[in-house]
């Protein structure tokens, strides 16, 4: 028995579902980029509205390339149980926010006319760092990326998120339809305005006056997101699927804790998701540092080190004293540069996330938080580097991270057929297998300027300090790195 609209009263008792008719519901919200973390998040927000009874703000949920997705969700009318995992409580629920589905390049153009349509109000966005096309280091639009250099030329045939924006809003315009608000929902510092800044370098190379109106009426409101929320693995869907009783092929498993904290710009209205919890703040620059900081600086860390150390899962890396010990290091080596939000103790903060990842019931890969460390690195770990910097002061917990993620690399660099889920994946691990001496394969990575920039790599202090931590991990028994290197 499949989940869907009619079996929806024949779910157990215990398992909440919408109450109210899915039938009247407007999809208003276009969001691009459907994965697990959406459905654990502003879907999640987005039921609460529903429930209270407002049908005005349903999603159409949508993925560029992949039809995955579509298929699994459509042919059980777009709901999905949404399961809450604390250490020994289990929680499911069924969701309804999610009213329609784009899936694959197959169905860009309909997504594009859904866009261009005058019922979009949002356009939200979960698509990870790179989907921006900024230079991470310089913070400037990557117009000369393929993709981008590929929309460029044919505009009307858009496969880029900053190409689709700039279309649909082109069409409003020229249709006299007012423009959508661009809700970015992606881990980045200010991630309303570099979403901003990528929309309208990508429109001056085609249009000055459209650039110009998008500055002019376009909001992109900054937010900060925080569920954590894996890949959903099979053991979940059978956990989840038993649960509830009938087959949903794509459920969602994720933490009990929650946050949501949004800048209130809307052009067109917006939900109430503060009836879901969410925060309407103007503190968002700090929430969103506090966040990405500790949270996912120590994320990224943690599976580097996990990685080279054997642990395949968060909770797993976190029963390794060696990690724990560097993490503690890592977040007093962070707090002391941090600008917390007014009435937010950083310390009870790190508490916090201690508990969430030693949460045994997600089975976080460590391999899935590695990936795209070349888009993660500057801005969770190198940033607060460079904030140190400037205050004179030493880091050798963020060298040991930055030292685990070149491990990391050198390893991979050296496994058969070894590759890097990372849009430099080809730069990095030459780089990494070019030389043996560990001084040298140092100086390699860390020329790579997209991510380190001009600063680092001409920073004495602090590659003496990499190449220290580099080598005390190459030579600790507990780390497998590539037999090669010689420290
Ligand atoms: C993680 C994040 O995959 C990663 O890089 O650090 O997805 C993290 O789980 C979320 O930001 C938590 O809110």
New binding site residues.
């Given amino acids: 028995m499949r989940l869907s609209e009619k079996n929806l009263p024949l779910l157990p008792a215990n398992v909440q579902r919408p109450s109210y008719d899915r039938s009247r519901v407007v999809g208003s919200i276009v969001h691009l980029g459907m994965g697990a973390?959406h459905r654990a998040h502003q879907a999640m927000f987005t039921e609460a509205v529903l429930a209270s009874g407002d049908p005005s703000w349903g999603i159409i949920g949508a993925n560029l390339f992949s039809e995955d997705k579509k298929q699994a969700l459509e042919p059980q009318d777009c709901l999905y149980a949404l399961a809450e995992m604390g250490e020994d409580s289990e929680k499911v629920r069924v969701i309804g926010s999610i009213v329609g589905v784009f899936g694959g390049t197959g169905e860009i153009d309909a997504l594009l006319a859904r866009m261009s349509d005058a019922v979009t109000r949002i356009v939200s966005i979960t698509a990870t760092e790179k989907s921006y096309y900024v230079d991470t280091a310089s913070g400037k639009p990557q117009m000369q990326a393929p993709e981008i250099a590929a929309d460029l030329a044919s505009p009307e045939r858009p496969r880029t998120i900053p190409g689709l924006i700039v279309r649909a809003l082109g069409n409003r315009r020229a249709a006299g339809i007012p423009p959508f608000t661009v809700l970015s929902c992606d881990?980045l510092p200010n991630n309303g305005r570099l979403a901003q800044a990528a929309v309208l370098a990508f429109a001056s190379e085609l249009d000055a006056d459209l650039a110009a109106w998008i500055e002019a009426e376009v909001s992109f409101p900054c937010t900060m997101?925080?569920?954590?929320?894996p890949a959903t693995t099979d053991a979940d869907r059978a956990r989840v699927n038993e649960l509830i009783g009938m087959e949903d092929a794509w459920p969602v498993v994720t933490e009990e804790f929650v946050q949501w904290v949004i800048e209130d710009r809307f052009t067109m209205g917006r939900p109430d998701w503060n009836l879901g919890g969410a925060i309407f703040s103007d503190e968002i620059e700090r929430w969103e540092s506090m966040?990405l900081r500790c949270?996912?600086g120590a994320?990224?860390a943690l599976?580097y080190l996990g990685e080279i150390t054997g642990r395949e899962t968060v909770a797993e890396a976190m029963r390794l004293p060696l990690i724990t010990d560097i993490l503690d290091a890592l977040w007093s080596e962070i707090r002391e540069v941090l600008r917390a939000p007014k009435g937010v103790d950083t310390a009870d903060y790190v508490d916090s996330l201690k508990r969430r990842f030693r949460n045994p019931a997600l089975k976080?890969r460590t391999a899935?938080?590695a990936?795209?460390g070349s888009k993660?690195l500057p801005l969770r770990l190198l940033a607060p580097l460079r904030d140190r910097v400037a205050k004179g002061l030493a880091s050798p917990a963020i060298a040991t991270a930055i030292a685990a993620w070149m491990h990391y690399a050198v390893r991979t660099a050296y496994t058969p057929g070894g590759a890097l889920a990372d849009p430099l994946s080809a730069e990095i691990l030459e780089r990494a297998a070019r030389r043996v001496n560990a001084g040298e394969i140092i100086g390699d990575l860390l020329s790579i300027e997209p991510i380190f920039g001009r600063d680092l790599p001409a920073n004495t202090a602090f590659r003496a300090e990499l190449l220290d931590k580099f080598a005390g991990l190459a030579r600790n028994p507990a780390v497998a790195t590539a037999e090669r290197i010689r420290v």
């Fill in positions: 973390f881990n997101v925080d569920r954590i929320t966040k949270l996912n994320h990224s599976a976080y899935q938080i990936s795209d993660k």
